[in-house]
């Protein structure tokens, strides 16, 4: 009865290295999201998904993969990760396409 | 871009007293959304405003929206320490036929203080 997990909590990888932060969520939610949270630029959305096997570009989607096989689980991957692409990243969850998101925990990740 | 700013950037105030923050934006809008972040912490849904409501209350918390002025405000009554947070506004679009148009603002930095 988590509600939303992330994994892992902290990661610190290598320019180049692929990255994959998992996302699980127990409502069934037909929606969910990945953020990236930056100073300076707020929450900027990367993926979305309205249900399993459908997801959508959001801003910032470059250098970045998702995919939903199962409509609990949206993992995000970072192909070949880069300095830029350190940030704290949120998944979340919605009921509906435009109510209330609920965030997981945050993976703060650090490419070196 | 930017669809919703809020104002002011950084709130500081004494335990007991309000707080009101401001949010911005630029176009026509279906709901406005009020979230919570405490440090190193994910967001917290807060409250939902449609754009035909111009009120909306839950407990300490009180949202207001002029869509005239393209500008909400939120309220929170007789703070408390546990209150310092960030506050973001987020704005869905009503140009938008999707769920990605929910814009986060940068949000206003809350420390109440003991």
């Known amino acids: 009865d988590a509600g939303i997990t992330q994994s892992p909590r902290y990661k610190i990888t290598e320019t180049g290295r692929q990255v994959t932060l998992m996302c699980h969520q127990t409502?069934?939610?037909?929606?969910m999201f990945w953020y990236r949270q930056d100073l300076g630029h707020g929450l900027r959305l990367i993926y979305y998904?309205?249900?399993?096997?459908?997801?959508d570009k959001g801003e910032v989607p470059d250098g970045y993969v998702v995919s939903r096989s199962k409509t609990e689980n949206f993992p995000l991957t970072l192909e070949s990760a880069t300095r830029s692409q350190t940030s704290v990243y949120f998944c979340?969850?919605?009921?509906?396409?435009?109510?209330?998101?609920?965030f997981g925990p945050g993976t703060r990740l650090t490419v070196l | 871009s930017q669809q919703g700013e809020e104002d002011p950037q950084a709130l500081s105030i004494q335990e007991g007293e309000n707080a009101t923050m401001n949010c911005s934006y630029k176009?026509?809008?279906?709901?406005l959304q009020w979230y919570r972040q405490n440090s190193g912490r994910g967001l917290v849904h807060l409250i939902l405003?449609?754009?035909?409501?111009r009120e909306k209350h839950s407990g300490r918390l009180r949202v207001t929206l002029d869509t005239s002025k393209k500008s909400s405000s939120l309220l929170i009554t007789a703070s408390r320490a546990a209150d310092t947070a960030s506050y973001f506004c987020?704005?869905?679009?009503?140009?938008?036929?999707?769920?990605?148009?929910?814009?986060f603002g940068s949000g206003t930095q809350l420390t109440v203080l003991p």
């Open positions: 979340a969850s919605s009921e509906f396409d435009r109510g209330p998101r609920f």
């Open positions: 409502w069934s939610h037909s929606y």
């Open positions: 405003i449609r754009s035909n409501e």
């Open positions: 998904s309205a249900a399993a096997d459908i997801t």
């Open positions: 176009t026509s809008i279906n709901n």
């Open positions: 987020a704005t869905d679009l009503v140009s938008s036929g999707s769920a990605r148009q929910l814009t």
